[in-house]
C-alpha cells in the first residue's frame, strides 16, 4: 500500500457555542486507505466527517486535501464536492427522478459529461453497485438497500478522490445492511480511499486499515482493527467495545 497522504487534519477545532465538539484533531488519510470511525454518540463523528467537505466550518486548524487547504467558497468549493464524496444514512436520493437520472445528475451539471458519456458511466456503476437492471426506476419502488447501493453509484459517479460514509447501513432493516457493506467492502478492495463511520464491527475487521475511536471530541485511540479490537488501550475505548459486542 502506498502511504500518500490525501487528507490531512492537523489541530481541528471546532464548537457549536459552547459545546467543543472537534478538540485538536491530527488525522491522516492516505490514498488507497480505508479509516473506520466509532464512538459513541455525540462523540463528534459526523461533524468530523462534515468538516471534511466543508458542510462544517471550522474555527481553527487546517484540513487539506491532496496537499491543498479546503477552498470555502466558489468554483474551487463545487471542485472539493466532487473530491469528496459523501453517502449519508437517509440517502437522499431524488424522488421524482429514475435511478439513472440520480446518478447522472451530478456529472451532467458539475463534470459537465455528456448525456451519453454520463448515462454509459452511470450504467457502468450501477453494474457494479448491482443495480443496472433497477436503473429506470424511482427510488420509492426500490429497498432501503437499493436505493442505499444506488446513492454510492452517484458518489462514485463524480470520481471522488474519497468517499465519507456517515452511518450507511443504521436506517437499513437487517438483512439489507449485508448487500450495502458487500458493495463497500468491494470498494476498499479496489483501492478507494474511504472514512467509514459505522457501528458494523464485522465491517471494520474485515475492510479497515485503521480504525480510529473518537469520545467527546477527540480522538482517544487510533490502531490496526486487530489491535484494537483485542487489545484496546483505553478505558473508554474498552467501555465502549464491551457495550456494543456484547448486546
Ligand atoms: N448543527 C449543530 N448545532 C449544534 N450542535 C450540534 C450540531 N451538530 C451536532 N451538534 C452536537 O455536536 C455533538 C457531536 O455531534 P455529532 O453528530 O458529530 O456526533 P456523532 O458522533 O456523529 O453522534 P451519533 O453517533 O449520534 O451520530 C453532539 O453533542 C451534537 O448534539
Ligand atoms: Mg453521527
Not at 28 to 53: A, D, H
Amino acid at each position: 500500500m502506498t502511504s500518500t497522504p490525501l487528507v490531512v487534519l492537523e489541530n481541528v477545532n471546532k464548537h457549536f457555542g459552547d459545546l467543543h465538539v472537534l478538540r485538536d484533531i491530527d488525522l491522516t488519510v492516505n490514498s488507497g486507505e480505508v479509516v473506520v470511525v466509532i464512538g459513541p454518540s455525540g462523540s463528534g463523528k459526523s461533524t468530523l466527517c462534515r468538516t471534511i467537505n466543508r458542510l462544517e466550518t471550522i474555527d481553527s486548524g487546517t484540513i487539506t486535501l491532496d496537499g491543498q487547504p479546503l477552498p470555502a467558497e466558489g468554483r474551487g468549493l463545487a471542485k472539493l464536492r466532487s473530491d469528496v464524496g459523501m453517502v449519508f444514512q437517509s440517502f437522499n436520493l431524488f424522488a421524482h427522478k429514475t435511478v439513472l437520472q440520480n446518478v447522472t445528475l451530478g456529472p451532467l451539471k458539475v463534470l459537465r459529461q455528456s448525456k451519453s458519456e454520463a448515462e454509459a458511466r452511470g450504467m457502468e456503476l450501477l453494474d457494479r453497485v448491482r443495480i443496472g437492471n433497477q436503473a429506470h426506476k424511482y427510488p420509492a419502488q426500490l429497498s432501503g438497500g437499493q436505493q442505499q447501493r444506488v446513492a454510492i453509484a452517484r458518489a462514485l459517479a463524480m470520481n471522488p478522490k474519497v468517499i465519507l460514509f456517515d452511518e450507511p447501513t443504521s436506517a437499513l432493516d437487517p438483512e439489507m445492511v449485508q448487500e450495502v457493506l458487500d458493495v463497500m467492502t468491494d470498494l476498499a478492495s479496489e483501492g478507494m480511499t474511504m472514512v467509514v463511520v459505522t457501528h458494523e464491527m464485522g465491517f471494520a475487521r474485515r475492510a479497515a486499515n485503521r480504525v480510529v475511536f473518537m469520545a467527546d471530541g477527540q480522538i482517544v485511540e487510533e490502531n490496526t482493527p486487530d489491535e484494537f479490537f483485542t487489545s484496546p488501550r483505553s478505558e473508554r475505548a474498552k467501555d465502549f467495545l464491551s457495550k456494543i459486542l456484547t448486546h
